[in-house]
């Protein structure tokens, strides 16, 4: 997966606890995104980074906030779970705005 | 077979035979289309991209067609392979400074054998 490794790969987590997703790339690429991917809703951008500490918000980003303190991760926080926030989350990158991303393999976030 | 992307989210084919996904795009100023596969379990894996100032590029067993008038992009896979059943999207790229994607809802590929 185009040197994106994202962690956990699964995790089960309770309503009203804290959980981070990491999303880790050995491509030295500047821009990471997170999205999120619900049956019926494709895929939707959470929050995206175009540089070390420079990220911003997509169109679902209610719930969630990032960090980027190095080039090669990029982090997602979701302060106090909620069960809306179960969903796969997809990690991806690219170097340049107006070219393809690529995708990690995904982490499968349940909040029971 | 032919997918009309949202409305028949499903396209059944039998192996060998050419398999035509569609999408219809949102925004005239998109420059930039890509389409992708997804497995079950797998991440968005790139297929082949296009951009506005054409309208038609290949790639091996697959064809992608812009049609900027009606903003419709079209994926076209020859021979079709059990392994080409996954689910396919389509993303346009509205340009400005984020490189932000917008992604179709997906069609479902089933290739018989």
């Known amino acids: 997966d185009a040197g994106i490794t994202q962690s956990p790969r699964h995790k089960v987590t309770e309503t009203g606890t804290p959980v981070t997703l990491r999303c880790h790339q050995t491509e030295n690429h500047r821009y990471m995104y997170w999205y999120r991917q619900d049956p019926g809703h494709g895929l939707r951008l959470i929050h995206y980074?175009?540089?070390?500490?420079?990220?911003d918000k997509g169109e679902v980003s209610d719930g969630y906030s990032v960090s980027r303190s190095k080039t090669e991760d990029f982090l997602l926080t979701l302060e106090s779970a909620t069960s809306s926030q179960t969903s796969v989350y997809f990690c991806?990158?690219?170097?340049?705005?107006?070219?393809?991303?690529?995708f990690g393999s995904g982490t499968q976030l349940s909040v029971l | 077979g032919e997918s009309v992307g949202l409305h028949l989210p499903t396209l059944s084919v039998q192996e060998g035979d050419n398999s035509i996904i569609n999408c219809a795009y949102s925004?005239?100023?998109?420059?930039?289309f890509i389409w992708y596969k997804q497995e079950s379990g797998k991440g968005p894996q790139f297929i082949i991209d296009i951009r506005s100032n054409m309208d038609k590029r290949q790639g091996q067993r697959v064809t992608v067609l812009l049609n900027k008038t009606v903003k419709h992009l079209s994926l076209q896979i020859a021979a079709t392979q059990p392994g080409d059943s996954a689910v396919y999207f389509c993303?346009?790229?509205?340009?400005?400074?984020?490189?932000?994607?917008?992604f179709g809802q997906g069609t479902t590929l089933q290739v018989k054998p």
């Open positions: 991806a990158i690219t170097q340049d705005k107006n070219e393809k991303l690529f």
């Open positions: 925004n005239s100023a998109s420059d930039y």
């Open positions: 993303a346009e790229n509205t340009g400005g400074n984020t490189g932000k994607l917008i």
């Open positions: 980074s175009y540089g070390v500490k420079d990220t």
